[in-house]
DNA sequence: TGCTTTCGCTACGACTCGTAGCGTAATGCC
DNA sequence: GGCATTACGCTACGAGTCGTAGCGAAAGCA
């Protein structure tokens, strides 16, 4: 993923199945060993490269375990469930159930931690990861308009602004709950959440 | 920290000194070098201390860093400002300008990167760093409670969930903010994050 | 058939880890 | 004051990982 073999290029391709092995292994190795005792050695034994093959394509560990934990994000979606609470119940409790794998929780708040101190690799997060689901946000509020339960937005600054919000408050909520407070975000869980979002604290 | 010398014990005490000195080291280190490149050994030197002082009070880098950044946040508090919304931005401010300090920042979510695969470690972040912090929510809510800003709470069982989920939702949001979407939760993200809090996203 | 790039393999110096062994320093108990 | 006990600083050690270099073979393209 690094650096794509460009398409006319002359010289023998890079193996595009090694990609895989080595983005499989790494998860798979992030499963029994977690981040601090993932060795990119080890990677490479599992996937059945040699170790410098890894070092040509991904240029560290940090690097490597963002490409191998986004691939787990890109199977959210967000199916019509009639109503804005329930379409936010739906798309969080699928977000749980990622955070809930063992690859997914180790790998992602280890490189988050990596990147406080890493501009590019800050970058390199956010590209693939975070700013790839705000899609999510985006089609849940416009088919909340249409709906009619949401005003329709109208200053595009505010507007952006708000979905910077929330979803730093359902994708904070949820880590925090998942990781930190280490408690499952099951559907009672995501229930509270849901409603609270919606219709606030004083509400309740 | 780790262990307290008892009090009717023989042998030479344990210079509490060296304690300050180790995790004012740490937090140095953190600052200076972030979570993977500090070394256990560097922290020793710079705290004018032996490694091996360090290992016999510390049973890893993972404990150690927990001790050095639970200090960090024993300085929140929850000064009356007249109104739940202004209790509350009073005190998400605060949080905010503790995890912008890079010591906090990269300290924190590596440990609790490893915590998810380290029961123990886990059991020690909950109880040095989270649920102490759990009073602030308390007090907010009993001093909204006063007010009438918020009903009296009933039922202690459920009562007990909803300080949870509020803890979950306004430490992952600031969290989520502050590392991950890596921009700067000010007066104004404050502000806005306090009315969805409170009213709700439908009201806005 | 040549040219180019990737591949697997081996080996390497540099570094960190966590522990052990030693002699010395500081305290409580008799 | 002397003794037992524990902490301390220091040094040294084997084990493990890091990232790189060099090699010959393999796989594409002109």
Known sequence: MQTRTPAGRTGRPRSASAD???LAATRQALVELGWSKL???DVATRAGVAKTTLYRRWSGKNELVVDAVAELFDE?????RGSLAADIEGVVLQFASILAR?????GLMAVVAEATRDEALRERIRASIVDRQKRLVLAGRSRAEQRGELPPSTDPEESARTVDLIFDMVAGAVVH??????EPADEAWVRSFTRVLLQGLAAA
Do not use: H, K, N, Q
């Not at 959210?76 to 019509?80: G, I, K, N, R």
């Not at 063992?102 to 180790?106: K, L, N």
């Not at 709950?177 to 280490?182: E, G, I, M, P």
């Open 20 to 22: 895989a092995a080595i």
């Open 39 to 41: 060795t990119l050695g």
């Open 76 to 80: 959210l979606s967000l199916p019509d």
């Open 102 to 106: 063992p690859e997914a929780r180790s």
């Open 177 to 182: 709950r998942t990781l930190v407070s280490a």
